[in-house]
């Protein structure tokens, strides 16, 4: 009950982060100097027409109506016309949103598929060889930025050894427009064009192992240190000396309370893999965010920056949440009490 | 005594010459040097000693969960009259927690917070079964479980089985722990000090389940302490620990009448203190850094009576049948108390 309390304590809590980021990014996009409406039309406009604009886009009335405004559509899943476009800034979102979303899904399934077993081997043979090649591994991961390893692979990998693709979602030659979900990778499945799904993993690979490098990486070290942490503990000792075998201790016994810490950070990490995920689409051309966004910042396009950054936002708070309630399914202590202790 | 078992009249455990160094950064720890111990059917056995001086190295030892390296076990562990040190690896893994079993000490610590309880005795249960060949269902284990959780006194042991350890009290985890050392009905019990970690109401009703269990099971028990009036009530005879050897030794009775090691009689002349206190206010000094250890008898830097000799090694001198110190100044020769 406590832990229904705590998770309904933490929606309250994203929503607020959410009004509050508005709110900033609102406040910040209107002053910064620029008028959106002279951009829009070019220096050749005469005084009146960008008048007329001001007018129809709102810009002449008051701020906080201007939000209010804003607010109301954004209820109503409106994040206005972008500038730039002329479409609806949700529908630009809705192809550029689930690109991004596949991008940081594949890094982060592969960023715990290899570094989870990854922390574990080298906590096992703590100290041997296997143990310092995970530890270098892991570190160059971490201290590497990720936009010079998605240059690195596209040099060697796609240019030198055409392995596989450099740019965009999929071959120029596959007429495939992912209009379910948005993610290539599950629509191709759903439509059963196995063609389409195999183009599209390709594509996928090296931005996601680029951006994957660095989590991988920290969620290596973490288990790594965690496990060593709880191979300490009185309850593995007591495993031992009841004879349970040591392959049942490490995976069930050690692991899954190793996970937490595990968990905690990817929380954090979520952050910095979202910034990093904004240059590695720029380097892979991949049709995201971050080109969405980066146009939308020069142009000073008010309604697609905002939405970008809600969206981002949004889907950093839902994560956290996630997570937390995650928390709250491996740890009881979380479930039972609404904290650890 | 009650005599039980394959080796009728033999003890179950017999401990010959135990040597356990730890390669360390400042070089190796030669912690025990050379211990020997027995515990016969039924006996319930104390180990006492300050802390740090190698209580519980000694029951890892035995239980075989000393992690080596950096551990370096030396000499001879008896268990039943098989050979633990040099027996296979599957043969010593059926041995644990099953026909010796353990009460960990910290009901805090020893449980896993994110398993149920239910969930972490079936395994106990389900991995002995499976070592020894015995066939057993699922309900089959629960029931036995829950007849367990019920020995041990534990109220409702159906909620406690689906319960985490953080729904339970202190006093109810130590008990799950002395439930799951009984599980596998054991024949011979080690149990670190249990209960220290409780207040001293608790541990007091924990010690005198325990004492009880054993009792009824016929047990024989080791169980390292701190506190000398729990060795007094719940003990038959007593090895007393100094930096890594046993200095005495002797039945309870015969030790609480006339402690006659130098250590011994200064362990004893200190009130222990409530809750296992761990500072022994009236010996001076402190244990030895067992990087370098003194030579010859190892209490002779906090002795009040070392001489010369002292710098060999003492043997263990007969003072009774049933009453043994190794002490120079028990020394058959010279006519000393
Ligand atoms: N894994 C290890 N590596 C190095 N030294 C160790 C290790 N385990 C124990 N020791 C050392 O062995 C000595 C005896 O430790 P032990 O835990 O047996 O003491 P104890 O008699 O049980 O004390 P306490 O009453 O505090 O539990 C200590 O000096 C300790 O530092
Ligand atoms: S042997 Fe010597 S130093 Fe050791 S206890 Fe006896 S008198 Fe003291
Ligand atoms: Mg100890």
Not at chain 1, 152 to 180: C, E, K, M
Not at chain 1, 184 to 195: F, K
């Amino acid at each position: 009950m406590e832990y229904f309390f705590f998770i309904v304590r933490r929606l309250m809590w994203s929503l607020l982060v959410l009004v509050g980021l508005s709110i900033v990014i609102f406040m910040i996009a209107r002053v910064v100097p620029g008028d959106p409406a002279r951009i829009a039309l070019g220096p050749l406009a005469t005084t009146e027409q960008v008048a007329n604009l001001r007018h129809k886009m709102g810009l002449d009335r008051p701020l906080y109506v201007q939000y209010a405004v804003y607010i109301g559509g954004l209820v109503r899943g409106d994040f206005g016309q972008s500038l730039l476009t002329q479409r609806s800034v949700a529908l630009d979102l809705r192809t550029a949103f689930p690109a991004t979303l596949e991008l940081v899904l594949a890094t982060i399934v592969i960023a715990t598929l290899l570094g989870i077993p990854t922390g574990v081997l080298a906590a096992r043979f703590k100290d041997t060889w296997v143990d310092n090649i995970g530890r270098v591994v892991s570190l160059l991961g971490v201290v590497t930025p990720s936009f010079f390893i998605a240059l690195l692979l596209q040099l060697l990998v796609g240019y030198y050894l055409h392995f596989l693709p450099v740019n965009g979602r999929l071959d120029p030659s596959v007429s495939f427009t992912p209009d379910i979900t948005g993610l290539v990778l599950v629509d191709a499945l759903i439509r059963g064009q196995p063609g389409v799904w195999f183009d599209g993993l390709r594509h996928l690979l090296l931005p996601a192992i680029s951006l994957a490098a660095a989590s991988l990486g920290q969620i290596a070290r973490i288990t790594r240190s965690s496990m060593i942490d709880v191979s300490r503990k009185d309850y593995v000792e007591a495993a031992r000396a009841f004879g349970i075998p040591d392959l049942v201790t490490t995976f069930k016994y050690m692991l899954k309370p190793s996970f937490i810490p595990t968990l905690t950070i990817l929380g954090l990490e979520f952050a910095s893999l979202l910034g990093n995920a904004f240059l590695v689409e720029m380097v892979f051309g991949w049709p995201g965010m971050a080109a969405y966004g980066v146009r939308a910042i020069l142009h000073k396009d008010f309604n697609a920056i905002m939405g970008v950054v809600m969206i981002t936002g949004a889907f950093f708070v839902f994560v956290n949440l996630l997570i937390d309630v995650l928390l709250g399914t491996v740890d009881p202590r979380i479930r039972i009490r609404g904290a650890r202790s | 005594m009650t005599v039980s078992g394959p080796n009728k009249g033999g003890p179950v455990l017999r401990v010959d010459d135990l040597r356990v160094a730890f390669s360390t950064f400042d070089g190796v720890a030669d912690v025990l040097s050379g211990v020997d111990l027995e515990v016969h059917p039924g006996q319930r056995v104390g180990l006492v000693g300050e802390s740090g001086c190698g209580k519980s190295v000694t029951m890892r030892a035995i239980m075989g969960i000393l992690a080596s390296p950096p551990a370096r076990v030396r000499g001879r562990i008896t268990f039943a009259g098989e050979e633990l040190l040099t027996m296979g690896r599957a043969q010593r893994q059926a041995l644990k927690g099953t026909a010796m079993s353990m009460v960990f000490q910290d009901p805090m610590t020893a449980l896993n917070p994110v398993f149920r309880i239910g969930e972490q005795l079936t395994d106990v249960v389900r991995w002995a079964d499976r070592r020894r060949g015995l066939r057993r269902t699922a309900s089959e284990r629960r029931a036995r479980i829950l007849e367990v959780l019920g020995q041990v006194r534990l109220p409702d042991p159906e909620r406690i089985f689906d319960a985490y350890p953080v729904q339970l009290s202190g006093g109810m985890r130590q008990r799950v722990l002395i439930a799951m050392a009984l599980l596998n009905r054991p024949r011979f019990l080690i149990a670190d000090e249990p209960g220290t970690a409780l207040d001293v109401t608790t541990q007091d009703e924990i010690l005198r389940l325990l004492n009880e269990l054993v009792r009824d099971e016929g047990l024989a028990l080791l169980m390292i302490t701190h506190n000398l009036g729990v060795v007094r009530e719940m003990t038959d005879y007593v090895y007393v620990m100094y930096a890594g050897n046993v200095v005495e030794h002797g039945t309870t009775d015969a030790i609480f009448a006339a402690p006659a090691h130098p250590y011994t009689r200064a362990l004893f002349a200190c009130v222990p203190k409530l809750s296992g206190g761990r500072a022994y206010a009236g010996i001076e000094g402190t244990l030895p850094d067992y990087t370098r250890p003194p030579e010859g008898c190892r209490f002779h830097p906090r002795c009040p009576h070392a001489e010369a000799r002292c710098f060999e090694r003492p043997p263990s001198f007969d003072l009774g049948e049933q009453h043994h110190s190794a002490c120079w100044l028990h020394a058959p020769t010279e006519a000393k108390s």
